[in-house]
């Protein structure tokens, strides 16, 4: 069965500092991966996807997310944080049905 | 473009009673989606419309959960009668073909509190 996990339900960084958000998935084949952003009051944004090709996929925002198959995961970075980037996010897993599978989220805290 | 919609955005109810959730997709959508997320865990799938009809309902935790899209444009989301368990956020999401792959926007949610 497909799965995700976020195992971060909580990072605290400082502005300007770099952003790791940690995904993993199980699922028996090649994945659907994506990252949805929700800020408060706001719906779900897409960050980005990755569906094939290229590893390291370029999002909105100045975020990127690798792909790395050997190790079922598809974590979120950002090199330098902004207030702005405080928010929930979620990793989720299309299996080519017309769903997805979400992790339960990250809460993103920006410290000045 | 205006985006997806939903309404209320909150909703306080005491068990038992019924609570109606609806949904405007952005106009021209054709396929709909609903998703769930209880407090703390994941966002659940909960049931996905083509035009009026129902594509795949499997998500739907219970009978006491009824979803309608009339006409092919808003949705609603009827819970009938409420319970404890089914406080949490509602989500629906609208995109012009199926799958994820081609785009969901998102609405910003209903968040449903039973007591």
């Known amino acids: 069965a497909q799965s995700v996990t976020q195992p971060d339900i909580h990072i605290t960084v400082s502005e300007g500092a770099s952003l790791e958000l940690r995904c993993n998935y199980s699922y028996g084949a090649t994945p659907y991966l994506f990252w949805y952003v929700q800020s408060p009051g706001q719906g779900l944004q897409l960050l980005l996807k990755y569906f094939s090709g290229d590893t390291l996929v370029q999002g909105i925002k100045g975020f990127e997310a690798e792909f790395k198959r050997s190790q079922s995961s598809f974590n979120l970075r950002k090199p330098s944080v902004h207030w702005s980037d405080a928010a929930e996010y979620f990793c989720a897993v299309g299996t080519g049905a017309n769903n997805l599978f979400f992790g339960t989220g990250t809460r993103l805290t920006v410290i000045p | 473009e205006a985006g997806v919609t939903q309404f209320p955005s909150h909703s306080v109810i005491e068990k038992g009673q019924t609570v109606t959730l609806r949904c405007d997709p952005i106009?021209?959508?054709?396929?709909l989606y609903w998703y769930r997320r209880v407090m703390g865990k994941e966002i659940k799938f909960l049931l996905h419309?083509?035009?009026?009809?129902?594509?795949?309902e499997s998500g739907m935790p219970n009978n006491r959960f009824l979803a309608e899209r009339t006409g092919g444009t808003y949705s609603t989301l009827k819970v009938q009668p409420a319970e404890l368990e089914d406080s949490g956020v509602y989500f629906c999401a609208s995109s012009w073909d199926r799958g994820p792959f081609y785009g969901y926007t998102f609405g910003s949610g209903t968040r449903l509190t039973v007591v």
């Open positions: 419309f083509v035009k009026e009809s129902k594509q795949d």
């Open positions: 106009s021209g959508h054709d396929n």
